[in-house]
């Protein structure tokens, strides 16, 4: 027998429900002192592996003994008698195999189109979310133009179940991803000459870690671990500071100066009085934000909640002709379904994201409770928008987002932040 008909073989039997079958086909497993031999059953031989099959026990031949029988990567050429959601045959690895059995088929099954390549929940889930109706109480008015809850209920368990594999299937460690880039000492020494005297300036000091960066992307650009495990803070804080530069921390002022640590943690930590003072303030600061500064957030979301107590939203028109004006750009769609948009002297609701792309790039004039003449405690529907209305009595629940921004923030200085620059546009933004 050949791997790949074993493959075969395990999928016909949904083997991989079973966790113990995904390690021993998946790793490198000591086998137990009677391993069974019923039907689809694998077999770790001294030699290699054996499986049960249509003929009984047999060797697969191009199995190797202390390698794992497969591998996630492994490419292999299947059809629709592989998975039934497969409209023509493919190339794919097995991984993309299991994720679209365990995942999809198990949950949607062939409603849901074969799924390849590197898989982002987010994406399935914006997917789902377009054709996501009630389960139906009658079964047989269940349609395969859509997706019902219990089945995303289940896709969420099937996630959950494979999230139990991560120890096979995530990167812990790369060559390159655990070593500073090489060259780094000379190209730095280099750097320093070129900026000499200006590192007090954060502009230019922004300037040179983009350098080091640059260079770290070029080292790092065909190593898996980059933008897996390396990425968002992790590259940018955390690998940056151990082996580029450490370079201005937190600090408890706010001066426009800056003394920055140039040598890297993976170059010891700085000697000089000055900048063993900053390390260790950087330190101290990510803390401190994180047990003190993180107050403001929930002394903003009592303000907030206490302030909008006895607001209530009225299913009326207040009839205004004032409102916010600004331009959306694409992409804020979202920002504008269910708002009433100002025209002449009528209010125009956006239904959907579709009629709201009609009001991109343009001034307009949405209808918003900062203008709204109702009297009293109350806002109107209009002014308010479809969005809040479904909360007339729980307008605080929407401003608490304002006060989870300020609690997010201190939270996230804990892990350092990053020196960066960005353009911006004074006419677009004051508009
Ligand atoms: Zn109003």
Not at 110 to 134: H, M, N, R, W
Not at 289 to 299: L, P
Not at 301 to 312: G, P, T
Not at 396 to 421: D, N
């Amino acid at each position: 027998m050949k791997k790949i008909e074993y493959l075969k073989i395990a999928i016909q039997n949904k083997l991989y429900i079973h966790k113990s079958w995904i390690y021993k086909a998946f790793s490198i497993t000591k086998p137990k002192e009677q391993q069974s031999e019923a039907y689809g059953d694998l077999i770790i031989e001294p030699w290699g592996y054996s499986a049960v099959g249509p003929n009984g026990k047999e060797k697969i031949d191009d199995a190797v003994a202390n390698e794992p029988l497969f591998k996630f990567k492994d490419k292999v050429k299947i059809d629709s008698s592989w998975a039934t959601n497969l409209k023509e045959p493919i190339e794919t690895t097995i991984g993309n195999l299991l994720f679209n059995h365990i995942a999809i088929l198990s949950t949607f099954g062939d409603k849901f189109p074969y799924v390849t390549g590197k898989v982002e929940v987010s994406k399935l889930e914006d997917f789902i979310a377009t054709k996501l109706q009630d389960t139906p109480e009658d079964e047989s008015k269940r349609s395969n133009q859509y997706f019902y809850v219990d089945e995303y209920t289940k896709f969420i368990d099937a996630l959950q179940y494979l999230s139990m594999f991560s120890q096979l299937t995530t990167w812990a460690a790369t060559p390159k991803g655990i070593v500073a880039p090489t060259g780094i000492k000379e190209f730095k020494t280099q750097l320093i000459k070129k900026y000499e005297g200006k590192l007090n300036d954060p502009v230019e000091l922004a300037k040179f870690e983009d350098e080091l960066k640059a260079f770290d992307d070029e080292f790092l650009k065909d190593d898996p671990a980059n933008g897996t495990f390396l990425a968002g803070k992790t590259k940018n804080v955390a690998r940056k500071k151990m082996f580029l530069n450490v370079g201005t921390g937190l600090r408890f002022d706010n001066k426009m100066e800056v003394n920055p640590i140039l040598s890297s943690l993976d170059e010891g930590w700085p000697t000089d009085p000055e900048h063993f003072k900053d390390a260790m303030n950087d330190l101290r600061a990510g803390s401190f934000s994180r047990g003190a500064e993180t107050v403001k957030g929930g002394v903003s979301a009592k303000y907030l909640l206490r302030s909008a107590n006895n607001f209530k939203i009225e299913d009326k028109d207040c009839g205004t002709y004032l409102g916010i004006r600004r331009k959306f750009k694409p992409g804020e769609e979202q920002h504008l379904t269910g708002r009433h948009v100002v025209k002449g002297n009528k209010s125009i609701l956006v239904e959907n994201n579709t009629i709201a792309s009609n009001y991109l790039n343009q001034e307009i004039v949405v209808r918003s409770p900062m203008y709204c003449k109702l009297p009293g405690d109350s806002i109107c529907r209009i002014c308010a928008g479809e969005r809040l209305f479904k909360y007339p009595n729980g307008l605080g629940i929407p401003l608490t987002e304002i006060s989870s921004i300020l609690l997010i923030a201190s939270l996230k200085v804990m892990h350092g932040t990053v020196l960066s620059t960005a353009k911006m546009n004074l006419k677009e933004a004051f508009t």
